[in-house]
């Protein structure tokens, strides 16, 4: 081996190094994942001499933070998951599944970011520039604000934004950009970990937003290294079932805002188009007077969305009944059905359940747990719940009916809705302020549910 290289193997989930293979990874655990990288062993050495330059820290009460480092895309729904907007100099990871929409999000952000006269260049290391053109043509009409650039070669692509000096970058994607300076292939660790590290000195330095798209394992997390995640000022999770039309841009990390806001959007011809009221698409084709069918309310950061939880319980031809989930925690509804069985007396333990949450999205917030336990024991007892009542509410394992937090924006969206009758915690009702044109029911425990359901 030449000198000045070693050898070194890395964990193609976590990132691990290792001066040897190693059969299971120490980090995640995972089998069979080292592979046999190169590197140089110089690369300390760039560090030395940063002593004899003066460097000067500063005072926190000098520091001025105006809202003017922040840029408006005019796609209202990526601004809230965003905060409010674009941080210049920030960087921002876009993960997803294969087909979701990563690159026609991020081809219409430059459309929105041209039309307000913002400078932007799209790199693109997977497609032509013909193919970006037919996707674009799609979209709308662009200006001359956008300028197009097909290659992997990070040293090519830094010079490219030196002379070009763009406000916004965009790198599809991450894992096919490579840095001539480390010997192993695009997408390993080392060049995604190399690569991220200079693109992050780009942005810092120049003051550019760079947004990169990552590719995602089986397992839904962005491929490569979790330092990718770490280096990164916002990460954002595209979610949704490619052959459905909704999709859920959620963020996951975020320097500069919450973590808890999404943003939902619907896949058309023309591209991605916001959804303004996520509870009305939500609701829409409700079934009327169906058992097993009951309307909670989930608060997603600021955003209350109403959404359908439907069950259906009957008698198991087998010995063993079978528990179906889908979009919510299988192992929560589980224990849910277990307190009713202890608590209520509901003799399920030979009934097969499935419980579906309407509209493919996805949901773990405690508030749904009363509308999971009244739509079994509709389903259960094939009484059909009043189509115009919301519930929301956390289980606890005696049975009890716990608060939740933000019960007044859920019940002002019921409201707004056209709900008549919301069925929540007593601990809510009574600190509950202000008027409603709404029936409010509080209830403390399973056995009061039962009553009014």
Known sequence: MAKGKKSVFFCQNCGYESPKWLGQCPGCREWNTFVEETISSNAGRLTQGISSVKIKPVLLSEIEINEDNRVCTGMAELDRVLGGGIVQGSMVLVGGDPGIGKSTLLLQVCKLLCDKEHKVLYVSGEESLRQIKMRAQRIGTFNDNLKLFCDTNLEQIRMVIEQEKPEAVIIDSIQTMYNAEVTSAPGSVSQVRESTGVL??????????????????????????RVLEHMVDTVLYFEGDRHASYRILRGVKNRFGSTNEIGVFEMQECGLVEVKNPSQVMLSGRPTDASGSVVVCSLEGTRPILIEIQALVTRTNFGLPRRTAVGIDYNRVNLLMAVLEKRVGMALGDCDAYVNLAGGMRLGEPAIDLGIVVAIISSYKNRAVDPETLIFGEVGLSGEVRGVSQAQQRVKEAEKMGFTTCIMPKANLDVLQGSYNIHLIGVSNLREVMEYV
């Open 200 to 225: 992050m000195k780009i942005a810092k330095g120049m003051g550019i937003s760079v947004f990169i798209v990552g590719h995602v394992t089986k397992d839904g997390s962005v491929a490569g290294p």
